[in-house]
């Protein structure tokens, strides 16, 4: 029994201890410098006596990576390397390693790394995985769907471009041919001949944009195109109307993904610590305190710097301005538990549970402040209620345990999203330098290419619907001539002229020298055709399939061709996705959309050099 008191005495002392130590370390943003410094200086011991306690800093204060920090000791081991520093190289490589070995900076600097010293067995797999550690981490894959989102809407334009250029090459005599036989009713002369051409070029003339023109000739054709055409057309048109919106939300992603809001949310809930999130933030809450996520995001960086005092206070703010903040009681909480205040700890968590009975973290973290207090029956059912509420969860945390014990709440970042764009639309950030973005898809809506798009659409169908009965100018697929339904009897073929019927069709007797000329007409309208085709399918795939009528293979074409050599073009210079050194990886991705684009061009551009008559 006299030991006892002896016994209580010893446990409050290490506990105060520890809660003395979480308190007195130093922040990330104090340690690092002198690691590197000491590492620059060649003492690579009290680097490492740095490092570890820079790890073990984050490990109590909730941090699991240090992305920058990463990415600069990577870049640091490279350049001590070549200057001939082998052992200070290998420490900034461990450490990179030790800092965030996911991180796709360190990952693509190693492989350049590597590729300099000529070692491709390793620097082509270390790409590879850099690649995957793009998809994995939230910052770089927005990135790269916005990347991809711009390419893509240049492979689109491009298509769209050919498609009605190889409309008018298709249908440009039969559309002239009707538009003489329109205006021959108020105009005489060769008038009618210069103005039935100009009309084919109508938006130039109106000094309107070559888009308008590719819009013009996708309404008066579509009546001459084919089904498959038509749907090809009704589609374009409807993809060059979302294109703005697109391109719009990649430049808010490109944009928000390194705001304030964006950029601490990320930091948050990967554990990953940025050192200048927590300032820029701050500047952000300076002119927007009324917010409760910013509060939280707040709370949750300053306890990644060991300040938990001043965490409190966001917490409590952030519940201030949002009683029903669940998230906020959970934060709260663990920083009773990490005090070993456990009661308190457990009455923060049941006032979450209360708030948001979905909250798993709420429950759990309940269950392990009862199995602090020896409260094993509780502990059991918090246990349970948390995996009734999110199993897969808890069961990950049951199986690997944070090294804090408990579970930090984390802003959703598609709120942290949402609160970004309301402080930008409202001006709120407006007197602060950084990246505030927005995206209005009401007024994004609102512009010429989407407007001329659909009012295309519209038009085109419009006009077909009218003119059908009417009917439509043709042209011979023999020599090329046009005529319509005035030019020859309607009971006669609709795919030859007159001249063509009775040569090939009705085989009459016709002179010798008609015959000869028809032949020589046949012949070079044919070889035209050849002769065009294989010049565009020379600079671009697939175009020669879209004028000879192969509609889906040469649209698919044209775009991958677009796609890839774009791709091949732009890669490194568009949102640093992969880096501005990531050399190896860029080169990786370059060559495989060039090699793709040759794959492509062979094999649809081969078969146009071997026909030798043209499609029909």
């Known amino acids: 029994m006299r030991f006892r008191p002896l016994a209580a005495a010893l446990i409050v002392t290490a506990l105060a201890a520890t809660a003395g130590v979480r308190a007195q370390t130093l922040a990330p943003r104090d340690i690092w410098p002198a690691a590197a410094s000491s590492a620059r200086e060649g003492d690579l011991e009290s680097a490492e006596k740095r490092m570890t306690e820079l790890v073990t800093a984050g490990r109590n204060n909730g941090i699991k990576t240090y992305p920058v920090y990463a990415a600069a000791s990577a870049g640091f081991a ?26 796709p900076a360190v990952i693509f600097s190693n492989a350049d790394g590597a590729a300099e010293h000529r070692e491709w067995a390793k620097a082509i797999p270390l790409a590879l995985r850099g690649f995957v550690s793009v998809l994995a981490n939230y910052r770089t894959n927005v990135l790269g769907r916005a990347d991809l989102t711009i390419v893509a809407v240049l492979a689109l334009l491009l298509t769209a471009t050919i498609f009605a250029i190889s409309l ?73 109307a979302v294109a703005p919106l697109a391109l719009d939300a990649a430049a808010h992603w490109i ?68 009683k029903a903040y669940a998230g906020a009681h959970v934060n ?49 059912a918090m246990l349970e209620k948390a995996r009734n509420a999110a199993r897969d969860q808890v069961e990950r945390l049951t199986r690997n345990p944070p090294p804090q014990k408990v579970v930090m709440y984390h802003p959703p970042l598609a709120e942290a999203w ?48 009218k003119r059908r009965r009417a009917g439509y100018a043709g042209a011979c697929i023999k020599c090329g001539r046009t005529f319509c339904y005035r030019c020859k009897s309607a009971r006669e073929s609709t795919t030859y002229c007159t ?81 501005p050194s990531a050399n190896v990886a860029q080169l990786m991705v370059r060559a495989t959309a060039t090699l793709l684009a040759i794959i492509t061009w062979l094999t649809l551009s081969l078969p146009v050099y071997r026909r030798r008559t043209a499609a029909v």
């Open 332 to 380: 709260l909480g663990n920083l009773h538990f990490m005090n070993n205040e456990f009661q308190a700890a457990i009455t923060e968590y049941e006032e979450a549970q209360r708030l948001d009975p979905k909250l798993a973290i709420a429950f759990y973290n309940n269950s392990v402040a009862s199995g602090e207090t020896y409260k094993f029956d509780q502990q059991a």
């Open 78 to 103: 490279r350049e001590v390397q070549k200057a001939g520093k082998p052992d200070v190289a290998d420490w900034a490589r461990k450490a990179a390693e030790r800092l965030d070995p996911k991180a």
């Open 168 to 240: 008018f090459m298709r249908y440009g005599r039969s559309m002239a041919h009707d538009f003489r036989e329109f205006l021959s009713a108020r105009f005489r002369g060769g008038s009618v001949t210069v103005l039935a051409f100009a009309l084919l070029f109508l938006p130039i003339f109106l000094w309107l944009g070559p888009l308008w023109l590719a819009f013009y000739w996708f309404i008066i054709f579509f009546g001459y195109a084919t089904a498959g055409e038509r749907v090809l057309t009704i589609v374009l048109l409807l993809l060059l």
């Open 499 to 579: 001249q063509c019927i009775h040569i090939y069709l009705k085989r009459d007797g016709v002179s010798l020298d008609t015959k000869r000329k028809k032949l020589e007409e046949v012949t070079d309208y044919h070889s035209g055709a050849i002769k065009r085709n294989r010049l565009f399918a020379t600079f671009l795939p697939g175009s020669a399939q879209m004028l000879e009528g192969r509609t889906a293979s040469g649209a698919i074409g044209v775009f991958l061709f677009a796609l890839f050599v774009a791709v091949a073009i732009l890669v490194g210079r568009l949102a640093p996705a992969l880096g």
């Open 418 to 465: 949402r609160t970004e764009a309301s402080l930008a639309k409202r001006g709120t950030t407006g007197s602060i330098f950084g990246m505030y973005s927005s995206i209005e898809p009401a007024s994004t809506v609102v512009n010429p290419v989407t407007l001329g798009a659909l009012v295309s659409l519209l038009l085109a169908v419009f006009i077909w619907l």
């Open 255 to 322: 944009a928000g993904v390194d705001s304030p809001v964006v950029r601490a949310a990320i930091s948050s809930s990967e554990q990953s610590y940025n050192p200048d999130a927590l300032r820029r933030l701050q500047e952000v809450t300076s002119v927007a305190p009324d917010n409760a996520m910013l509060q939280v995001l707040l709370g949750n960086l300053q306890t990644f710097e060991g300040n938990d005092d001043q965490a409190a206070v966001h917490y409590r703010r952030a519940i201030e301005l949002n």
